[in-house]
Every structure is written in C-alpha cells, then in structure tokens.
C-alpha cells in the first residue's frame, strides 16, 4: 500500500519562506543538512499542519543558484477554517491574495491564492461551509 509522505519546492530565503508557511498554519519540525563531499550542500526544512507530520519539504541549495517557475506546477491547497479571518492575519504580515476569494462553482467552496516568497501558488480554501 503506498501512503503519500510530502511535497518538496526549492526555496531562496528560508527566514521569509519559514515565515510564509508559518503564517499559513503550517508548523515547523526539524532541519535536516545535507552533506556531500564535506561541503555543505542543501538544508532541507520540514513542516507539518494539523496532525500530519512532514508534507512540507522546503529545500535551500546553499550554493546561490536561482529557479525558475516551471510551467508545469500547479499549486499547492490548503483548507482553512475561515477564509476571511485567514486572510486578515495574513494581511497583518503582508501577505495578500492574488485577487478577492471565489467559487468556482455554485455552492462550491470559497477559495483564494496567495504566492509563497518565490513564486510558488498556494490555494486557500474555506471550510467553514458557508
């Protein structure tokens, strides 16, 4: 049986990129270095959110190389409480969405996307069922 683990993006400033996921609800757990050849390589950056353990992987590459978004990716989703006073706190922090929640659909549930420090879209959706 396969279970799935966690979700891995390359970061550029893991202090803004913690913060980010912080205020998203997502908690930090642990840093892992990765060492090759005696030197230091990578600093992976482990988050949990609720009661699951590790689904965020945030991995710095310590010798300055800079991404690109591929075309590919998508976004990652998150459920919220309530969207509205998600939004209000991470206003507080400087984090605004890309434009004013919607539904994609009648009765569907509301929903946003804000950016992560490098790029990366996360979609924030209500769970409040209102």
Known sequence: MATFLHTMVRITDPERSRGFYEALG????????I??????????????????????????????????????????AVGVDDLGQTLAQLKEQGIEPEREPYRVRE??????????????????????GS
Not at 51 to 56: G, K, P
């Open 26 to 33: 997502f908690t930090f757990e642990h840093d892992m270095d």
């Open 107 to 128: 009765g569907g549930s509301l929903l946003c996307f804000v950016r992560d420090p490098d790029g990366y879209r996360i979609e924030l959706i209500d769970r409040s």
């Open 35 to 76: 060492v090759r050849n005696g030197e230091l390589e990578a600093t992976n950056y482990f988050f949990g959110i609720g009661d699951q353990r590790s689904v965020l992987e945030l991995t710095y590459n310590h010798d300055g190389r800079t991404y690109e978004m591929g075309t590919a990716y998508g976004h990652i």
